[in-house]
């Protein structure tokens, strides 16, 4: 089942973690805009953010990049798809990213809504 594992991350611990996102095997695919299933975070209890199959995770040193990523994730980016299509790269430093997200309303990989992690990391 490796396979069907999506990335789920907590921007406030810098960490994500391979989680299944739906036990309904019709609904797996590599464009899955949102998680059926939730997780919590295993260090801090944490609602996690779905950030989609492709996801690299920044260093946790990184602060800028774990920045951009929760930018890109709180703008309805997720890191989904098989990575060909037309559209620029996600940017991976935290200077580039409201420029891109101002830039790129129509992005490919722009497929959810926008969300503040503030409030959805704390509902159960
Ligand atoms: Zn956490």
């Known amino acids: 089942m490796e396979s069907f594992l999506f990335k789920f991350a907590c921007f406030d611990c810098r960490v994500s973690f391979k989680k299944p996102a739906t036990n309904n095997i019709k609904e797996y695919s590599a464009h899955l805009p949102e998680a059926v299933l939730?997780?919590?975070?295993?260090?801090?209890?944490?609602?996690?953010?779905?950030?989609?199959?492709?996801?690299?995770?920044?260093?946790?040193?990184?602060?800028?990049?774990?920045?951009?990523?929760?930018?890109?994730?709180?703008?309805?980016?997720?890191?989904?798809?098989?990575?060909?299509?037309?559209?620029?790269?996600?940017?991976?430093?935290?200077?580039?990213?409201?420029?891109?997200?101002?830039?790129?309303?129509?992005?490919?990989?722009?497929v959810s809504f926008s969300v503040d992690w503030e409030v959805y990391k704390a509902i159960t």
């Open 38 to 110: 939730s997780h919590k975070c295993m260090i801090c209890g944490n609602k996690m953010a779905f950030m989609g199959r492709q996801f690299q995770s920044p260093q946790k040193s990184d602060l800028s990049g774990w920045k951009s990523a929760q930018l890109l994730w709180e703008h309805g980016f997720r890191f989904v798809g098989n990575g060909f299509h037309n559209s620029p790269a996600l940017p991976k430093k935290k200077p580039d990213t409201l420029a891109f997200i101002s830039e790129n309303k129509d992005h490919n990989q722009k």
